[in-house]
C-alpha cells in the first residue's frame, strides 16, 4: 500500500506565509485558557499566590508512611490522612522540551537547546517558583516549532510514520481527523476535547490552503508546540474521598510518572493505562513505575540529574593553563564527564545500586585517553572499561577528575571550593551569607606556601573565620588532588597535610585525606538524606516545604530499608503523598 503524503519538499513547508501562520496560531492559543502575563510564573490554581519555598531538605522523621497509609513513629509527622505539598503547575524544561519532541516527533536533534537559559531555584533547572515566560521565550518556541514542523514533514519516511492514513483511499478530511485526534492527544497526554479539536483542524485547512497536504499536517504540529496544554502540565485532579484532597487522574498520573521518570511524554502503554482509569490507585502506579524503570529513558533522567546535581555537565571543553598542567589538554574535560556518568549508570544499573558505593567504590571507568591522563596502564581503545583503582587514592565520586577540577575554579587548589562542595551539595548544609561589603579574594599565589598555609592565613581574618573556618577544614582533605584531579605528593616543594575536619552532623569530626572523608559520607544517614532530599526537590519541581514531612519521612524510611539502593529510591518518589495526591483545586 501506497501513502499519498502531498508535496512534502516545497522550501517553505506551509500555504500560509510564516508571520500569518504565526499570528494565525498565537489567536488559537489565546482561545485556549492560557492565563496569566508574559513575564509573571503561572500559578498553581489551588494555590493563587504561587508555592511557598523552603530552604532545602527538611525533617526526615522516624514514621513508616507511604502515600499516607500507614502512622508515623513516635518522634516523626502526623501521617494518618494524606497530606500532599504544593502541586504546582510545571512547564517543560529544555531538557523534556528536547525528549519529549524526540518522543513526539522522532526529533533528535535536542531542539531544546535553542531555548533560552533556566534559572536553576531549587537547585535545578525545573522549580516551577522561579519558572517565568519571558516574551524571548515565547519567540523562541516560535521559532524551535516551526523548525521541528518543518523537519517532521520534511523527512518523507518520518512522515509516513507520524501520519500514515492513505489519502488517496479515505481522503484528506478522514486523515486531517485522525492525524488531530491520534497527534493532538500525544501532544496533550490526554484525549482531545471538542474546542481544542476544532482549533487543530482550522489551523490544518489554513495551513492546507494554497499548499500541500503536509502543509496542512506542519500547522498542526507547529500549533500544538506552541499550546500551553503541550508547554504546561496543567493538573486540577479530583477530590478523593474523605480526604480533604485531590488526586490526579489518571491521564494526570501518566505524566507524573512519565516526566518524572523519562522525562518526556507518555507512551502508549501509560495512555492506555490512563485511558482504562488503571493508575487511580498507588499499586497501579507502583506498577507501570516498576515498568517504566527498565526503559533506557530512566538512565537518562538519572544520568541528567546526577550531572546536574554534581556540577559536572559545563565540563566539555573546559580550558586549563598549560603552564601548571603540561598534561591537561581541552578534550579531557568531556573525558572527565564521561568516566563519572559510567561510573554512576554501573553503581546504579549494574552493580549493587547503592549510594555508599558512590562514594567508596574504588574502580572507575576509563578509556586509553583518560588512563594515560591518569597514569593507569594495560587500557586501549576509545572505549570505556571498568578499571579497578588503589583504594588508598581513589574512592567513588569525590576522587574523580571531573569533581576535582569542577570544584578548582583557577590553576590552584581552592579548598573553599571543594569545601563547600562537600558541604552543600553532598550534606546540604548552610552557608551563610558574607556580611554587606565584603569583598571575598582568594588568598594571592605564593610559591613559598603550601594551599594550607595560604588559607589559614587567610582565615584568620575575623570577618572570613565563620565560613572558612567550616569550609576550608573539609576541603583541605583534597589537598593530594591538584586542579586536574592528579595525585601529587608535594605542594610547592613541601609535605602534603590532607588531614581535615568535618563540623556538624553525624560524620562531625576529624579525618584523613579524601578517601577517608569519602567513606564517613557513604556510611552517614545525614548525607543519605541530603540525597533523598535532592531527589524530591528534582522530581516534584520546587524546593521541599514543611508540609512535605510525610513524604520526606517516607521516601527517608524506604532509602533506609533500601540500604540506599537508587532504584528504589525512585519508586519511592511514586508512592508518597506528594505524588499521589495534590492539595484539593478550590472553585
Known sequence: MRTHLGRAGASHPTGLGRKARAALILAVIGNAGCQGRIGEPMNDPGNPG?????????PTGTGTTTGGGTTSGPTGPNCTAPSPGASPVRRLTRFEYSNTLRDLLN??????????PETKGNGFSNDAAEITTPRLLVDAYQSVAHAAATRAVTNVANLATLAPCNTTTLGEAACSQQFVDGFGSRAFRRPLDADERTAF??????????????????AVIEMALQSPQFLYRVELGVPAANTGVARPTSYEMASRLSYLLWGSLPDDTLLAAARASQLDTKEQVLAQATRMLGDPRTR????????TLYGIVGLDGLQRDTTFFPTYTAALGTLFRQETEQFLDSVVWDGAGDFATMFSGSFTY?????????????VTGDAFRRIDLDPTRRAGLLTQASILTSTTPGSHNNPVARGKFVWTQVLCQAVPDPPPGLNVVEPPFDPTLTTRERFIAHRNAPTCAACHSRLDNIGFGFEHYNGVGLWQDLDNNKPIDDSGNIPDGDIAGDFQG?????KKIAGSRGARDCYVGQWLNFGYGRLEQTADACTRAALGNAFEASKGNVKNLLLALTQTDDFLYRPLTQP
Open 514 to 518: 579524601a578517601v577517608n572523608l569519602a
Open 50 to 58: 504561587g508555592p511557598t519555598t523552603g530552604t532545602g531538605p527538611g
Open 366 to 378: 576509563l578509556n586509553a585517553t583518560l588512563a594515560n591522563f591518569y597514569g593507569v596502564t594495560g
Open 201 to 218: 483542524l482550522g489551523v490544518f485547512a489554513a495551513g492546507r490552503n494554497g499548499g500541500a497536504y503536509a502543509d496542512g499536517l506542519a
Open 107 to 116: 526529533d533528535n536533534t535536542s531542539p531544546g537547546d535553542f531555548l533560552p
Open 300 to 307: 537518562q533522567v538519572v544520568r541528567y540529574f546526577h550531572d
